[in-house]
Nanobody, 129 residues
Framework: EVQLVESGGGLVQAGGSLRLSCVGS????????IGWFRRAPGKEREGVSC????????YYADSVKGRFTISRDNAKTTVYLQMNNLKPDNTDTYYC??????????????????????WGEGTQVTVSS
């Protein structure tokens, strides 16, 4: 069974940090790019970051550039999202997902949730002011 499981969410004060983890199982993890999305209740998912499995290149939403860092450890079938200097408007449920699109960085293709095949259940991030 193909599965992605997120962890690492929680409650943190503004300016604090969290590290989210996404562990994959049941498939060839290093054949797929991994993206992180966020979603507030009643809204569509929004792309936060993505890491290319073949060249390690990272992509970020403008709102998180310089504060968030995505990385992956294929030996552990895990992708991390280090979130620093968190702000209250970063509060959301965060999801990881896998995709095998050819070029995630072209035309910001990585931001399209329809490009992803497998999703985790999400982990809640709450940032207090």
């Amino acid at each position: 069974e193909v599965q992605l499981v997120e962890s690492g969410g929680g409650l943190v004060q503004a300016g604090g940090s969290l590290r989210l983890s996404c562990v994959g199982s049941g498939y060839s993890f290093d054949d797929y790019h991994i993206g992180w999305f966020r979603r507030a209740p009643g809204k569509e998912r929004e792309g936060v970051s993505c890491i290319d499995t073949f060249n390690g290149k990272a992509y970020y939403a403008d709102s998180v550039k310089g504060r968030f860092t995505i990385s992956r450890d294929n030996a552990k079938t895990t992708v991390y999202l280090q979130m620093n200097n968190l702000k209250p408007d970063n509060t959301d449920t965060y999801y990881c997902a896998s995709t095998d699109i050819a070029a995630p960085g072209v035309d910001d293709t990585w931001t399209g949730e329809e490009e992803y095949d497998c999703w985790g259940e999400g982990t809640q991030v709450t940032v207090s002011s």
